[in-house]
């Protein structure tokens, strides 16, 4: 597609079972974000994919999150031992050759 | 991390009115987005600036990159109900070598038609 794809959109889980979500970046872009919103708040940086280099993993909260860039293109982001403070919405951005982020519409992840 | 100031978090305005919101930074930036965010959805690009003192409109917006590297605002003219959403500010840091962009807290907009 043109845009950047999420999946899936929602997810409902129970505490303590991991999840992975998924994202789809634009195709020919390098750089890759995930970022956190919980409700009615910002945007929190998690992990950032640039090319071949190795991923700027600064915001991750704990390591019961981490995230896979597969051949350059699709990325996972995994949540082990998921907790009720993780419910929040997930996006994915993928970017070009400028600092434009291009957003998909996100995986809310709800957890019970 | 490093944020970003942006203001006002909230609006409630009045179909019609004018609307200004803006951002402001410690450290230097070399690039200024804005961005609009709808219930549901991811935010999506309004505004792109790459120059200090660059004034740029794409419709009803209007959106200024500082003189002092520091600072944006953007402006919507004759606010309509579908202006309603999350506005959020974004900027490149100078010292930054990769693509991460810093972002501002957000202001929602309520329009009452």
């Known amino acids: 597609g043109a845009g950047v794809s999420q999946s899936p959109s929602n997810k409902v889980t129970e505490k303590g079972k991991d999840v992975e979500l998924r994202c789809d970046p634009i195709?020919?872009?390098?750089?890759l974000y995930w970022y956190r919103q919980s409700l009615g708040q910002g945007l929190e940086f998690l992990i950032y994919f640039q090319g071949n280099s190795a991923p700027d993993k600064s915001g991750l909260p704990s390591d019961r999150f981490s995230a896979e860039r597969t051949g350059g293109s699709v990325s996972t982001l995994t949540i082990q031992r998921t907790q009720q403070e993780d419910s929040a919405v997930y996006l994915c951005?993928?970017?070009?050759?400028?600092?434009?982020?291009?957003f998909g519409a996100g995986t809310r992840l709800s957890v019970l | 991390g490093q944020q970003l100031n942006q203001s006002p978090q909230s609006m409630f305005i009045q179909e019609g009115e004018d609307v200004s919101m803006n951002c402001t930074s410690s450290s230097i930036f070399n690039t200024w987005l804005w961005y609009k965010q709808d219930p549901g959805e991811g935010p999506v690009l309004l505004i792109a600036?790459?120059?200090?003192?660059e004034l740029t409109s794409n419709g009803r917006l209007t959106a200024q990159f500082g003189i002092t590297r520091k600072d944006s605002f953007l402006n919507i003219s004759a606010s309509i109900p579908s202006d309603v959403g999350i506005y959020f500010c974004?900027?490149?840091?100078?010292?930054?070598?990769?693509?991460?962009?810093?972002f501002g807290q957000g202001t929602e907009l309520s329009v009452k038609p």
């Open positions: 974004a900027g490149h840091p100078f010292y930054n070598q990769g693509g991460k962009l810093i």
């Open positions: 600036l790459y120059k200090a003192g």
């Open positions: 195709s020919g872009h390098t750089a």
């Open positions: 951005a993928s970017g070009g050759n400028r600092v434009i982020q291009y």
